[in-house]
């Protein structure tokens, strides 16, 4: 399971990035979603790895 948190903005970010944010459960800084470790997750996390952060649980 990867827990996965949203810790910067979306604002100005490019649209296809705000989509998978919300593809991913993700509204609001500080928000936490847990989502199974898989690589179509894993893909997500790596387009807005520079909003997000990781912990695997």
Not at 5 to 25: F, H, N, W, Y
Not at 42 to 51: F, P, S, W
């Amino acid at each position: 399971m990867l827990k996965v948190k949203m810790i910067k903005s979306k604002i100005a970010c490019k649209p296809d990035q705000v989509r998978t944010l919300e593809a991913l459960g993700l509204r609001k800084i500080r928000q936490e979603k847990t989502h199974d470790d898989n690589p179509v997750i894993r893909g997500m996390i790596y387009k807005v790895r520079h909003l997000v952060e990781v912990t695997e649980s």
